[in-house]
């Protein structure tokens, strides 16, 4: 696949942003929300999961539906092939349940389960689809606006204008041979798990991921202690709400680093458009990351390969 | 601080899991269970939450109450010290709300503005005190007896024992001069993230903590595509429950990769058995590798040396 190719398919995002399907869900009647999914598809739901505070918003990562799930909870299955088999298993339990399924995905065992289905176009892998994955969150629970789509796009077309800064920071990743570790706080927090994986599928290379305050109750230890090892990690900060104590934080924790932290601005002047710009910056870095390595960022056959030799085990 | 000090502190566990204070909650009467605390305080949360499934017990580490959170949910405070800046922000914006404030802590500002108090001993660090954080979570909401609490004494008693292979597994971590990654599944899900904050305060270690499954979906890429990096890291396994589809994924995953897992199985007959005789398990480890680092698993100043710095900043 070529370069261009590439980008053609991470272009995309801004026919996604405008995807306006929505499940009718009248919120009022739930006790919560509840978004299962795994690894490209999953994020969605952890996303949303932040920035969705009127109810709890459970995110389910794994074979198992949580006990108190009934059917007072609106349940969404999220995955993009809809054979993903962690989400089928809860789908499973959640249809024993009597809990009607609500679902994202382009086809597979899950489109023909599910009560209400989102369906999504196909042919693209997990993770280029963030923007029809989390798009149909958004618009069932999210006020957006059609100005402020255009305005997210208008922003991430202005970003592939000027993409040259993000080849050098690029290039800097892959000179330093160090580990990425990025350190985010709120409003970003879920995104810094979404960086870390577009690392790990996009660049081939392993990335830690952790909120800042947290991170400093514990891993401050090692960082300044323990310096030789501190070395192999190069930080990149996703810089959140400024007005937050972590500010702060990060200021200090800078002066005590041996060496300066990357760091991360969005542009745009709502929690949407600032989210979306910095989806599009993460997925360009990591695969402009992956080019300077001479991997093929699209290439993730030894996850199917996965899959295919867990499906002989039953 | 002599090894034989360590020791008597992290055998002081036994008291702790006797410890049986707990709180008055009829919990019929709410939505759900909010647990806020930071590091080695709030790791008491994580573990509970993934112990209690009548109800969804929200975690929160930072400094945000999320907006949904009032009166209909039950509020549980967290802090050894009870003045974790985080935590009293939670705790501030919990008041503002009408929510009743529970707390587990040895004092601190959090004991003065408690509405219920759970008194816990004082001086110890708040990771060397696991105990007597999670305990009276455990006793509110989970039944637990006498004779349970007995066996889970008997089981921590048998494994100072039988310390040996530890401190050849601790040789071994230290001699691969690899950074840890702790994979796992259910029941020890949040038991792996334990783990790793114990690698960073005890050992003076980074250290990496996944869910096997969720980490299959996207990491699994340059765990077998960029092998010079994978290189970096000694894999280590926390057995969960064995009936799971994980334990296949397990064995897929060790025969493609180039070096065998280190895997950590529990001893004990019910799961809060198995649970603290790994906790326990975990201590000994990571304070041996502090110990053969030589470090002082017990130092953590620099952690002490950022609050002093935050409390300058207001």
Same mark, same amino acid.
């Given at each position: 696949?070529?370069? =261009?190719?590439?980008?053609?398919?991470?272009?995309?995002?801004?026919?996604?942003?405008?995807?306006?399907?929505?499940?009718?869900?009248?919120?009022?009647?739930?006790?919560?929300?509840?978004?299962?999914?795994?690894?490209?598809?999953?994020?969605?739901?952890?996303?949303?999961?932040?920035?969705?505070? =009127?109810?709890?918003?459970?995110?389910?990562?794994?074979?198992?539906?949580?006990?108190?799930?009934?059917?007072?909870?609106?349940?969404?299955?999220?995955?993009?092939?809809?054979?993903?088999?962690?989400?089928?298993?809860?789908?499973?339990?959640?249809?024993?349940?009597?809990?009607?399924?609500?679902?994202?995905?382009?086809?597979?065992?899950?489109?023909?389960?599910?009560?209400?289905?989102?369906?999504?176009?196909?042919?693209?892998?997990?993770?280029?689809?963030?923007? *029809?994955?989390?798009?149909?969150?958004?618009?069932?629970?999210?006020?957006?606006?059609?100005?402020?789509?255009?305005?997210?796009?208008? $922003?991430? &077309?202005?970003?592939?204008?000027?993409?040259?800064?993000?080849?050098?920071?690029?290039?800097?990743?892959? =000179?330093?041979?160090?580990?990425? *570790?990025?350190?985010?706080?709120?409003?970003?927090?879920?995104?810094?798990?979404?960086?870390?994986?577009?690392?790990? &599928?996009?660049?081939?290379?392993?990335? $830690?991921?952790?909120? $800042?305050?947290?991170?400093?109750?514990?891993?401050?230890?090692?960082?300044?202690?323990?310096?030789?090892?501190?070395?192999?990690?190069?930080?990149?900060?996703?810089?959140?709400?400024?007005?937050?104590?972590?500010?702060?934080?990060?200021?200090?924790?800078?002066?005590?680093?041996?060496?300066?932290?990357?760091?991360?601005?969005?542009?745009?002047?709502?929690?949407?458009?600032?989210?979306?710009?910095?989806?599009?910056?993460?997925?360009?870095?990591?695969?402009?990351?992956?080019?300077?390595?001479?991997?093929?960022? &699209?290439?993730?056959?030894?996850?199917?390969?996965?899959? &295919? =030799?867990?499906?002989?085990?039953?």
């Amino acid at each position: 696949m070529t370069e =261009d190719k590439f980008y053609e398919q991470l272009y995309s995002i801004k026919d996604q942003i405008k995807f306006g399907e929505s499940f009718h869900a009248n919120i009022k009647n739930f006790k919560g929300i509840v978004v299962a999914g795994m690894g490209g598809s999953g994020v969605s739901g952890r996303i949303f999961s932040e920035m969705y505070e =009127d109810l709890p918003v459970i995110v389910v990562d794994s074979y198992n539906l949580p006990k108190f799930v009934n059917n007072e909870y609106f349940f969404i299955a999220v995955s993009y092939s809809g054979n993903t088999e962690e989400t089928l298993s809860v789908v499973g339990e959640a249809k024993r349940r009597g809990v009607t399924v609500n679902a994202i995905t382009s086809g597979g065992a899950l489109e023909k389960i599910a009560d209400n289905l989102i369906k999504i176009p196909s042919g693209l892998q997990p993770r280029e689809a963030i923007g *029809y994955l989390l798009m149909p969150l958004i618009n069932t629970f999210i006020p957006v606006t059609y100005e402020e789509k255009q305005r997210m796009v208008n $922003l991430i &077309e202005e970003l592939e204008k000027g993409r040259s800064p993000l080849w050098q920071l690029a290039q800097k990743i892959v =000179d330093s041979k160090k580990i990425p *570790y990025i350190l985010s706080w709120e409003p970003f927090r879920a995104l810094s798990y979404r960086f870390k994986t577009q690392f790990n &599928e996009n660049s081939k290379m392993f990335a $830690l991921n952790h909120t $800042l305050s947290e991170q400093n109750h514990n891993e401050l230890v090692p960082q300044l202690v323990n310096r030789g090892m501190a070395d192999k990690f190069i930080f990149i900060v996703i810089e959140g709400d400024s007005s937050s104590r972590n500010s702060r934080r990060l200021e200090i924790m800078e002066r005590k680093a041996d060496s300066p932290f990357i760091h991360l601005k969005a542009k745009g002047s709502t929690h949407m458009e600032r989210l979306f710009y910095l989806l599009h910056y993460i997925d360009i870095l990591t695969v402009e990351v992956g080019l300077r390595l001479s991997y093929n960022p &699209e290439d993730v056959k030894v996850l199917e390969k996965l899959k &295919e =030799d867990l499906s002989k085990i039953e």
